[in-house]
């Protein structure tokens, strides 16, 4: 059978307007909408450059995982995973609102993202722009971001489309998991941002069974065309396509940027050879090939006249563009061009951010150092203690109209003294973009300055009433770390810190879980993620007590080799196939299901307030449980329940338990509320290959309580 015989039959039904807009157009003029061009103002991340002849405007799209990537500067948010660790989705609607307005103010229709991953493997370099290991709080999140975004009339584009785990040889790898797999874990994310309405998706560069994402006839077609009914345009990561002919069957309806990696390069005045041989090693692992991308352009029009591509999947791909492009009130000139007074420095964008990055936070330990008394004097420690950590390397990388650092924060809060010792030269950030030129040569001012000396830091925290300890990696698109150990000699400082005082606190400003093997020996340990450009106040209300920690953790801490996907053959994968031989037990799951312990267990996280769980009760759908504070200040709890299949077959391999359905509730000190929750079919449920998605008959355990391994209350239900 021909590839055109197989080709994607799911089509759109257009409206009137953009169905006469099909039929008036030449070919080479849907060739235009369906691939990439230079965008003249230089400003957008993708172009497609519209039809002028036909009143069809042009569509910019622009990078926006954690805010929108363009020249101008925007509000940097703080990672996903900061996000996520709200438990709040609100927020996540919240911050989607104020990027689509911030995409528009700068002339972008499209923002690229949420980026919404499972994280199957710590190490993967862009845990810091995915939002957790579980798919119910992915798909939650990702949900209430899409529609926040597409609520500006600008469109969503959730990614990337599927089994993108990891950075090495993301280009190659090929991702080897079975149905069941992907529809439980890796793909209800997608599924729930497909359900909040987005417009369009990208497709991984990744292969999955074999197969190219950009080409997955399967997953783009049967699944997500077919099965979710999506009816916006699937877009190609950038020069992630391989065929015009494959990719246009497959049902790819946009090639991102339009030409190749080594036209890129071209068109910027540099040699692609040179480029090709001065580039970062890791970086260049992470990358596609140089000549890919651009087949559209050279293959798209020859495969349609020779009949290889029916003209009708050519049809549907320039209408499902269209219908974007209409929904978003382009065809009607809607579209609302920035000015000064827009692109400003929004206080309620800068206000969220704010509240963003201190709910994010996660009280991973305290043993009564926090929070900090007002007039204590303390020490702030470490190597980049002077500057805000934005984010992770790549196309999540935004320039912020302003930051506050630690030591900014923490000064401006403290009445007691504040002394500043690095102790260790900064940990420098790393960027796919520097990676791809052959790294960056300038030298900063940092690197002129004689390096810092723990001693001097052991001596301020020995004078000091507390110490506080920021300690960071380094992460980025298209390279995953080589070990989820802290670098340099990070540990070494926490250790000589707390030996010098008793109420060390250390602040971990990581892309995703790290090693702690000093946990035991410090009085407390605060997980801020990748803050953004809030970083040092949040941090300073955080520590001083002026807002609780209403953080959790959306993914497990473990030490590096308790993980799963822990062989050579499952990450990052042998002969550019990595086996998901781990099957479900992928984070909890997998902790769950085995003796391995976790350091902290997913859902973990302290309050400055303390909280009783009473009464759990079960009717149908709905988990309701009574929530007392029993402490004198007000705090935020994240109520979380789990379910479990006791009576499950042994050979049906479902979790000891599963995330169901958790709300993030504030208290006021001495209150006691009744929090209700809606527990989600999919954990009750499990795929079929035969019958889709099915809830057996029998027996579950609803637990309700603050982790996954801090259950208070149960209840059995019958279906």
């Not at 994310?189 to 497709?203: E, I, K, N, P, Y």
């Amino acid at each position: 059978m021909s590839d055109s015989e197989q080709s994607v039959t799911h089509t759109i039904e257009p409206t009137d307007r953009v169905a006469t807009l099909v039929d008036d157009l030449t070919a080479e003029e849907k060739l235009s909408l369906v691939r990439g061009a230079v965008d003249p103002e230089g400003n957008a991340t993708g172009y497609l450059p519209g039809v002028e002849r036909l009143d069809v405007p042009e569509l910019r799209l622009a990078d926006g995982p954690l805010g929108v990537r363009t020249e101008e500067p925007a509000t940097a948010f703080p990672a996903s995973l900061a996000l996520a660790s709200t438990f709040d989705p609100a927020l996540a609607r919240r911050q989607g609102e104020a990027m689509g307005a911030e995409a528009k103010a700068r002339d972008q229709d499209v923002l690229l993202g949420p980026g919404l991953n499972l994280i199957r493997v710590p190490n993967c370099g862009r845990t810091f722009e995915y939002y957790s290991e579980d798919p119910i709080l992915t798909g939650a999140f990702a949900g209430a971001a899409v529609a926040g975004i597409q609520s500006t009339g600008v469109v969503a584009t959730p990614k990337h489309y599927v089994a993108n785990n990891q950075e090495t040889r993301r280009a190659s790898v090929s991702a080897a998991v079975d149905e069941r797999v992907l529809r439980e874990l890796y793909l209800p994310g997608f599924h729930d941002a497909v359900d909040a309405g987005a417009r369009s998706l990208m497709t991984a560069y990744n292969r999955v069974n074999g197969t190219y994402m950009s080409e997955q006839r399967h997953l783009l077609g049967d699944v997500l065309k077919g099965e979710w009914g999506f009816e916006g345009f699937v877009v190609s990561d950038w020069f992630g396509t391989e065929s015009a002919q494959r990719a246009a069957n497959g049902g790819l309806d946009v090639e991102m940027p339009g030409v190749s990696l080594e036209e890129q390069f071209a068109s910027m005045g540099m040699d692609p050879s040179a480029v090709a041989d001065e580039m970062d090693p890791e970086i260049a692992e992470g990358m596609p090939d140089i000549g890919a991308g651009g087949h559209f352009a050279d293959d798209l029009l020859d495969a349609v006249a020779a009949g290889d591509v029916p003209e009708a999947r050519l049809d549907d791909m320039v209408a499902r563009v269209l219908s974007a492009i209409e929904w978003a009130g382009l065809l009607d000139d809607r579209r609302d061009s920035g000015t000064d007074d827009e692109l400003a420095d929004d206080p309620e964008h800068r206000d969220l951010a704010r509240t963003i990055a201190t709910r994010g936070t996660v009280l991973l330990k305290n043993e009564g150092a926090l929070p900090l008394d007002d007039d204590a004097s303390v020490a702030v420690v470490g190597p980049n203690v002077d500057e805000a950590i934005l984010g992770g390397g790549g196309s999540s990388e935004t320039t912020p109209f302003d930051e506050t650092s630690p030591v900014g924060g923490i000064t401006a809060r403290a009445d007691g003294d504040v002394a500043v010792a690095r102790g260790l030269a900064p940990v420098e950030s790393v960027s796919m973009f520097d990676g791809m030129l052959g790294g960056d040569d300038a030298a900063s001012e940092a690197d002129e300055e004689p390096d810092p000396e723990i001693d001097a830091a052991v001596a301020a925290a020995s004078e000091a009433d507390a110490a506080v300890v920021f300690v960071r990696d380094a992460a980025t698109e298209a390279a995953d770390r080589e070990t989820i150990a802290l670098p340099g000699e990070q540990d070494e400082l926490v250790e000589r810190v707390a030996a010098a005082n008793d109420d060390t606190i250390v602040v971990l400003n990581t892309s995703g879980p790290v090693e702690l093997p000093w946990r035991e020996d410090v009085a407390a340990v605060v997980s801020q993620w990748y803050p953004g450009q809030s970083h040092g106040e949040s941090i300073a209300a955080v520590l001083y007590g002026d807002a609780d920690p209403g953080g959790r953790l959306p993914v497990t801490f473990a030490p590096e080799d308790a993980y799963p996907a822990d062989t050579a053959d499952q990450f990052p994968g042998v002969d550019d196939v990595a086996e998901y031989s781990e099957g479900l037990l992928v984070g909890y799951r997998h902790f769950d299901a085995t003796d391995a312990e976790p350091t902290y267990p997913f859902g973990h996280g302290h309050s400055y307030a303390s909280f009783a769980y009473e009464d759990l009760a079960v009717d149908g759908e709905t988990v309701s449980v009574t929530v007392s504070n029993e402490s004198e200040r007000a705090g935020r709890e994240v109520v979380q329940a789990y379910v479990d299949a006791p009576d499950a077959p042994d050979d049906l391999e479902r979790p000891p338990r599963e995330l169901a359905a958790f709300e993030a509730v504030a208290i006021e000190a001495g209150e006691t509320v009744t929090v209700e929750l809606t527990l989600d079919d999919r954990a009750l449920g499990r795929y079929d290959a035969a019958d889709g998605w099915t809830i057996d008959d029998g027996r579950f355990t609803v637990a309700a309580g603050r982790s996954s391994r801090d259950l208070r209350l149960s209840a059995d239900i019958e279906r």
